[in-house]
């Protein structure tokens, strides 16, 4: 019987290996189911992140997997990218989380996810809260790297939080994409 699932792609590095650096080469792929244990610690321990529950992390790394993307050092997960094609319109990837191990961080390892995760989409979507500097600039620096438009607005109010202490979600909206020539 042939896997119900298809094989999550192997992507090869987006990246060109660190050159006169001193860094271990970073490998961005599809996570293995398994690594959404990996993704769901990175999330834990990254200072920012609503944390789900690692079961919705360990699904999404089986069934989510193409729209997925870790980064990986030595044989470590050192970042990850949760994402989805949004199913009343798949062209756009709607990014949910992005974490890098604070040990990794400023290397571009975000932007590769997100660039490696984005390619083939029309449009990318993620929802940001105003006071995350880093993820501002992520997105921001991807819409000018692709030349595209970033428009925001909100996604959730605070009050449509059913629990207390959840501030607003706001919504960026990039595109539309060029496609990128190979
Ligand atoms: C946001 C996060 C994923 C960025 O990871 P990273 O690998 O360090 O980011 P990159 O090195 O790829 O940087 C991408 C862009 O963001 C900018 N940036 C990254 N961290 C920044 C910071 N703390 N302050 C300002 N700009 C920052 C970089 O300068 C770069 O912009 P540039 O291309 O204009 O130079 C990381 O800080 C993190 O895990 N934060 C905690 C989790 C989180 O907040 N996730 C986002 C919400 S889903």
Redesign the pocket.
Known sequence: MPPATPAAPRVPSAAAPDTGSGHPPVTVRAPEPAEGADMWRLARD????DLNTSYAYLLLARDFARTCRVAVVDGEVV?FLLGYRRPEEPSTLFVW????DPA?????????LLADAAAGAGFVE?S?TAD????Q??FE?FAAERGAPLVRSELFAAADFPDAGHETEGLVRIGPLEPIES
């Open positions: 990254s200072g920012a992140l970042g989380q992005v974490a890098v990794q961080r400023g290397r571009r390892l975000a932007a590769r993620a940001i995350n500097t880093a993820s600039r992520l620096s």
